[in-house]
């Protein structure tokens, strides 16, 4: 092996390296996790913390998506979302064709924030789901 395609091959491995941690430190400004509802229902809820230009101030808003598939069509939910336990909103989203909906909205917040969810659907079907985007706070 020739001495330049050695040190091409060790300079493309070292490149590899170095971007591994930009890679993961892309992940740090958002959290998911994946469930299952009481009757079957599946929930995904994810975190994503705002790094916005098109709101003027300097306030921290973190994005919350709910997304929830229990297979019913037509079927109204009533979703709530808490943030360090006091209530942000509550939307009452319908099940489409498919049996799913999402709630997707932006609210204040920072990355230590306990950002919860509860969906009640019909006959009492739950999902609760809480966490943070850093868990090490």
């Known amino acids: 092996m020739s001495k330049a395609l050695r040190l091409g091959m060790v300079g493309a491995l070292m ?22 509802c009481s009757s ?23 994005r919350v998506k709910f997304r929830l598939n229990s297979e019913k069509a037509d079927r109204q939910w009533r979703v709530g979302v808490r943030k360090n336990g006091n209530r942000v909103f509550v939307v009452h989203p319908t099940t489409g064709p498919r049996g799913n909906f999402v709630v997707n909205r ?16 019909p006959r009492g079907q739950t999902c609760v789901r809480g966490f943070r985007i850093d868990p090490d706070d």
């Open 106 to 121: 932006a609210i204040r917040g920072d990355d230590d924030d306990y950002i919860r969810v509860r969906a009640v659907g």
């Open 15 to 36: 490149a590899g390296l170095l971007a591994l941690p930009t890679a993961a430190a892309a992940d740090d400004d958002r959290a998911r996790r994946v469930g299952t």
């Open 40 to 62: 079957g229902a599946k929930y995904r809820m994810t975190l994503i913390e705002v790094d916005d230009d098109r709101y003027n101030d300097d306030v921290d808003r973190v």
